[in-house]
């Protein structure tokens, strides 16, 4: 054998020092559904619980490393296994949760059923269950099945899995015996999310009662079409769908084609959350890891869902299949969270360096991954659009009161697809009352509502990069692929009133939003909304180096927003509501056509807007981009030309080395390295579509009307849409009012929207004008108008 060499032992003394727990005994404990909790814990005689489990590596914790080795098999959960500080670990001696190499352990929160099935009547099977059976979630052979609705599951149904204006119409209800225990879901008015009423029975008239609705944070009521029940016997009628009578104990299942009942997995979730870390500030859980594990069958959470989040639209519920509170230094590594029922991953509150890192989430009821922090971190907190505070009365201490949010925390390389199946406001990741987060490399598609949402400006440092985000808004409507709110402390929907704030004290929109959000290098594409949508006084953010594939980028009101060396492919800049001194940039851009704005200022708008390429195919050379400098009154360096790119057919929207825009400051950007990066996500995640199509639908008639001494015309555009916040591309705008005129005194204003006249719905002006025609002098009339986002109000017109 060689003696070391001087060198060799320098090094392994380095090594040491490095690694203080080199030295230390690493315990191993085993666990499998096959064991027995009376066993030592060995991999030859291992435990048969976590439980058990956990309790015997407590007896490591903190003192050496630990790692409980799970086997191969599923570990049906009575109750959630909690980690407390006890089972904290350290930096040199962690604990570890793990999957045994090579095996794929799934840890439950539901019950395996034994049944006898007997036919019921139309293909419907039905078999006897324990008396103490709740659940609203039915696995077979490992896959989710259809709760009993009205109208049966469409999976390429646009809204709700398919949806009928006669879901709880008196001839339908007649229909049902005993509804109580169904659930009646409908979109928001303006498919801003969704509503959910548990069914309590049937009145004297023979309509539902019911109780609920409290799921959004924000005005409306129930869409009129876009609706549907669950959880009725009699419409059970479909394959896939099933119901379970509580009161008989019985299950009925119409199983689809080629399910064999008498070899079939028959699962029902019955838990809410499955791992929960219970810690708080002072005293943490730290250095808990887990890695490798499948997590399933998690109850439903939509009825309880109704906390207001701060400053948003939405309501939360505050738990998810792996829950986060109090914790530090803790991890969720290659893990699989397939179908839960409500949040997968929740990191409640106070937490620090929580890392999430090469998991996938799968068909999640709500969000896949949210980050909440306590309100009452937050100075002048305000708890939803229509509250607002009173300048003399704000906050002026910058950032967060106390430490009881989520800071520091990472996601990282993550599949997460198809969530929302239950719960409409939802997002792939959702961040709130938080600082300092990171998403990178993730791959979101697939969502009825943003890919990643940022509640509000608390308290910024975030950081998206590197993360393919396409597919989404499928169901609602108004935002975009990232969708954010700044409605932070000195925000009010006057944007008259936010300027005049600002001009007095310029910081006002950096108390909340202390450190820049920062979205880089990732590719989006939203064919329903912006790609990119800073909503509502978003403000302090830097967007730069994104592949925007179809909607452009949309930043209304807010501040201090920078934009460049972004490609907006098929779209623009979507400028709205900008304050005089917005103090944004935008600069080195491609965009494909003119801005796109709404109730903007007059010209010149913004700091800087210069040094962008509007894209023309085929242009022999650069040309100045007069329609861009007539928009922004600046501009003045700005072209019009053949950007160059190298193959957008395949996504490679790099510019060659002759390209005008790299004299205009642009820069070329990495286009291989969006989403995933693991190889095995790499190999399920799908991309999205690089097709070019400039040509739009055609739009509304925008040409101007007079009516009484006003000039009209109809709303045009999702931009109009968002800024008005109209119930969709409807409504007539209220353009210029003649000084005296009846409409003028009856209270009609400039920028007013009228959306009906003498109760009928006005959808565009020839409806107005139309309906107007045959009223004679002296007639009164009513107009249903809507003045800012909320403020509906009736005005009567009295004809001269």
């Not at 807007?609 to 100045?624: C, F, I, K, V």
């Not at 009307?705 to 849409?721: A, F, P, Q, S, Y």
Request: hydrophobic share 35%.
């Amino acid at each position: 054998m060689k003696t070391p060499t001087s060198v060799q032992l320098l090094r392994g003394s380095i090594l040491c020092l490095l690694l203080p727990w080199a030295s230390l005994r690493a315990a191993e404990l085993y666990v499998s559904p096959t064991g027995n909790d009376q066993n030592p814990g060995t991999s030859t005689k291992p435990f048969a619980s976590l439980v058990r489990a956990r309790t015997e590596a407590r007896r490591f914790a903190g003192r050496e490393p630990v790692t409980v080795l799970l086997h191969a098999g599923t570990y049906y959960l009575n109750a959630p296994l909690v980690f407390t500080a006890a089972d904290s670990g350290t930096q040199q001696a962690p604990v570890r949760y793990e999957a045994a190499p090579g095996e794929k352990p799934v840890i439950s929160g539901g019950v395996k059923l034994n049944l006898q099935w007997t036919p019921y009547q139309d293909g419907i099977y039905q078999a006897r269950v324990p008396e103490d059976l709740v659940t609203e979630e039915l696995f077979v052979n490992g896959e989710r099945q259809i709760l009993a609705r009205y109208p049966n599951f469409d999976p390429g149904a646009k809204f709700l899995n398919g949806v009928s204006s006669d879901a709880i119409s008196k001839e339908r209800v007649a229909r049902w015996a005993d509804p109580a225990s169904g659930y009646f879901h409908a979109m928001h008015s303006g498919h801003w999310g969704g509503y959910s009423w548990l069914i309590t029975g049937k009145d004297a008239n023979g309509e539902i009662t019911k109780e609920g609705g409290w799921q959004m944070n924000r005005d409306g009521e129930a869409h009129k079409e876009s609706r549907f029940v669950e959880n009725i016997f009699e419409e059970l009628d479909a394959p896939g769908e099933w119901f379970l009578n509580r009161k008989t104990h019985t299950l009925y299942f119409y199983p689809p084609a080629g399910v064999d009942l008498k070899s079939a997995l028959v699962e029902a979730a019955m838990l809410g959350n499955l791992v929960e870390f219970r810690g708080d500030e002072k005293v943490p859980v730290r250095f808990v890891n887990m890695k490798g594990l499948t997590f399933r069958h998690t109850a439903r959470t939509f009825m309880e869902t109704r906390e207001p989040v701060l400053r948003s639209d939405w309501m939360i519920y505050r738990g998810g299949a792996i829950f986060y509170n109090g914790s530090e230094d803790c991890a969720l590594e290659d893990c699989l969270l397939d179908q839960p029922g409500g949040n997968a991953v929740f990191v409640n509150c106070y937490n620090r360096r929580v890392t999430i890192r090469g998991c996938e989430i799968s068909r999640s009821g709500a969000s896949g991954i949210c980050f909440l922090g306590d309100c009452k971190a937050v100075r002048s907190a305000k708890f939803n659009y229509n509250h607002v505070n009173k300048f003399e009365e704000i906050d002026r201490t910058p950032g967060p009161l106390g430490k009881n949010y989520p800071a520091d925390c990472l996601v990282d390389d993550c599949l997460v697809h198809l969530t929302g199946r239950f719960e409409k406001q939802s997002a792939g990741v959702n961040i709130d009352v938080a600082q300092n987060i990171t998403v990178r490399h993730c791959s979101i598609y697939d969502m009825p509502r943003a890919g990643i949402n940022i509640g509000d400006g608390c308290f910024g440092g975030h950081v998206i990069e590197f993360c393919d985000v396409f597919d989404t808004v499928k169901e609602t409507g108004d935002h975009g692929s990232f969708n954010s709110w700044g409605r932070d402390r000195f925000w009010i929907y006057d944007i008259n009133k936010i300027s005049e704030w600002v001009r007095m004290e310029p910081d006002l929109p950096k108390l909340d939003a202390v450190q820049p959000t920062t979205i880089r290098n990732s590719r989006w594409r939203c064919d329903h909304g912006w790609d990119i949508d800073l909503d509502d006084g978003s403000s302090n953010y830097i967007i730069a180096n994104n592949l925007c594939l179809n909607g452009g980028i949309k930043n209304r009101e807010g501040f201090f927003r920078t934009v460049e060396n972004n490609i907006m492919v098929n779209n623009s800049l979507s400028p709205h509501v900008w304050p005089v001194a917005s103090g944004d940039v935008f600069r080195h851009n491609i965009v494909f056509g003119g801005y796109r704005p709404a109730v903007m200022p007059k010209p010149p708008w913004g700091k800087e807007m210069d040094y962008n390429l509007q894209h023309l195919t085929g242009a022999t050379s650069p040309q100045p981009a007069n329609g861009l400098r007539a928009q922004s009154g600046r501009d003045e360096h700005s072209v019009t030309a053949d950007a160059g790119f190298i193959n957008p057919q395949t996504g490679d929207f790099r510019v060659r080395a002759d390209s005008p825009a790299l004299a205009l400051g642009f820069r070329n950007f990495p286009m291989d390295q969006f989403g995933v990066q693991s190889p095995a996500l790499k190999k399920l995640a799908r991309t999205p579509s690089f097709e070019i199509n400039i040509s739009r639908m055609p739009e509304r008639d925008a040409s101007v009307h007079n009516w009484l001494g006003t000039k009209l015309r109809n709303i045009v555009g999702d931009g109009e849409m968002s800024a008005y916040g109209t119930p969709g591309e409807t409504g007539v705008l209220v353009l210029e009012l003649s000084a005296g005129g009846v409409l003028e005194a009856a209270g009609l204003k400039k920028d007013d929207v009228i959306l009906k006249l003498d109760g009928m719905t006005i959808d565009q002006c020839s409806d107005l004008l139309q309906r107007a025609k045959g009223l004679a002098p002296g007639t009164a009339v009513t107009l249903g108008i809507q003045r800012t986002q909320t403020d509906k109000r009736t005005l009567t017109v009295n004809i001269h």
